[in-house]
């Protein structure tokens, strides 16, 4: 287990390493959506055979968990959703022409905002679309998240009919008192109706989202949470830090730092965390998720065959990852680009018939290069070099092999059983723009 000592010492703001460059560091200047057009076709022309991702944003909540750092749009009029669908298979549609061809589909995804908003009659009309124009591999994963609150058998329902196996509940903490201050309301008996639902249907993974670090959160009270958590046995775990950005959230400054546990008393509760979890059989898969043994994402880190993408660790690998909705992320594995951040725009855009890109970035080789170090690093914890080890990278990383971290040699990087829980860090070794350009403001959470 880590010490407190390690814990401080590494407690700095660092990426969550979803791409390479991260966002703040994209050239939007050289970024066209022409050029963004042609990255899709060609990448997708040299792997269209393994299939591509897919993330659908759906960013609607009926109320705003305080915590939040999502983008969402808090509303009660259900009337926005078939507008909002008909825009994202509009979106569709244009990507499809793009393509040339109905694509294969590896992986699915529905993120929020709070995708169990939306009615299932519409939830289908939209997969129902997707899937029209496009074939399941034999391999595919489907997912989506859900508010236990407010996910009913019928969503359970119609979106296993259509596919969905797995499914990712949003927990983050049951202490009365957290769920006050982060206005997020849900009692472990409506968590177990959802989760039993879900697998006596057949639902192949459940996930739990936790989150340490919040408001008035304790060690007692977070322990009570984890008990519970462990009776119900979900195959995975993500158990996150909270992120404090109040000048990007304005609805986290509904309670103040002096409300938080930090320092000691936050590491005190990963700690927690982490030793509850493992005590039981779950396993350290790294960057905050733990599995159990017979989990697809367990099973690919033990294989060292895990990949990493704007939805966070996945077992499914493709070279193209296409975004939809406001505010979401596409993956050209040459090339990033990012729809624009508001429902409004969003709806514009593709009224007028445009693929609503609004910002991203080209890789060039080196930055190739880099990003395959990183994913290296977060998904098979070793990476090596051709020649050495940059100058720079070896010296980044003395601190990081002084502490037992990682372990190097003249063309090798390797993590070790200590460093798993610290690989923000040792990411950040290799991010040549980050050492090239040190953000003036605080743009990254803190590792730990």
């Known amino acids: 287990m880590e010490t407190a000592a390690l814990l401080k010492k590494y407690n700095v703001a660092a990426p969550r390493y979803t791409s390479y460059p991260t966002v703040p560091y994209w050239d939007r200047e050289s970024f066209s959506a022409a050029k963004w057009q042609k990255s899709v076709q060609q990448i997708y022309a040299q792997h269209h055979e393994e299939g591509i991702s897919l993330y659908i944003h759906l960013p609607f909540c009926e109320s705003l968990c305080t915590y939040c750092g999502c983008n969402t749009r808090i509303t009660k009029n259900h009337a926005v959703e078939m507008p909002y669908i008909e825009a994202v298979l509009a979106e569709w549609k244009m990507y499809l022409n793009l393509l040339g061809e109905q694509p294969k589909i590896k992986e699915l995804h529905l993120g929020g905002g709070t995708p169990t908003f939306f009615h299932p009659e519409n939830l289908h009309t939209l997969i129902a679309g ?10 595919s994963s489907l997912s989506f998240e859900a508010h236990p609150a407010n996910t009913t058998l019928i969503h359970l329902e119609t979106l296993y009919e259509l596919g969905f196996k797995r499914l990712s509940l949003g927990i983050q903490d049951f202490d ?5 201050m982060i206005n997020r309301f849900q009692t472990p008996k409506q968590v177990l109706t959802v989760t039993e639902q879900a697998r006596k249907m057949g639902y192949l993974s459940i996930n739990f989202d ?18 519970e958590v462990i009776q119900m046995r979900p195959d995975r775990i993500a158990f996150y830090s909270y992120a404090h950005v109040p000048w990007l959230k304005p609805g986290q400054r509904h309670y103040t730092e002096k409300d938080l546990p930090v320092g000691d008393e936050k590491f005190a509760l990963y700690q927690l965390g982490k030793r509850m979890l493992m005590d039981v059989g779950y396993h350290d898969i790294g960057m905050d998720h733990f599995g159990l043994n017979n989990d697809s994402l367990c099973i690919a880190s033990q294989k060292h065959q895990l990949h990493r993408n704007f939805m966070g660790y996945t077992d499914q690998h493709t070279h193209l990852l296409i975004g939809l909705g406001v505010s979401s992320i596409s993956d050209g594995w040459n090339a990033f680009a990012q729809n ?55 010296e980044r990383l003395s601190p990081l092999i002084a502490d037992g971290l990682v372990q190097v040699t003249d063309k090798e990087v390797r993590v070790t059983h200590a460093g798993k829980s610290f690989l923000r860090n040792i990411c950040m070794a290799f991010d040549e723009k980050l050492w090239a350009k040190q953000p003036a403001t605080k743009i990254f959470s803190a590792a730990i």
Do not use: W
């Not at 936790?210 to 008990?227: D, V, W």
């Open 210 to 227: 936790l989150i340490y670090g919040l408001p008035f959160q304790n060690i007692s009270g977070l322990s009570s949470t984890l008990k």
């Open 130 to 139: 997707i899937l029209d124009h496009a074939v399941l591999t034999p391999e």
């Open 340 to 394: 624009p951040k508001t429902v409004e725009a969003y709806l514009e855009r593709v009224n007028e018939g445009e693929l609503p890109v609004e910002k991203g970035h080209l890789l060039s080789n080196e930055d190739l290069e880099i990003r395959q170090h990183i994913l290296n690093v977060m998904c098979r914890e070793i990476t090596s070099y051709i020649h050495e080890i940059p100058k720079q990278v070896y």
């Open 176 to 180: 009365p008192k957290v769920q006050l």
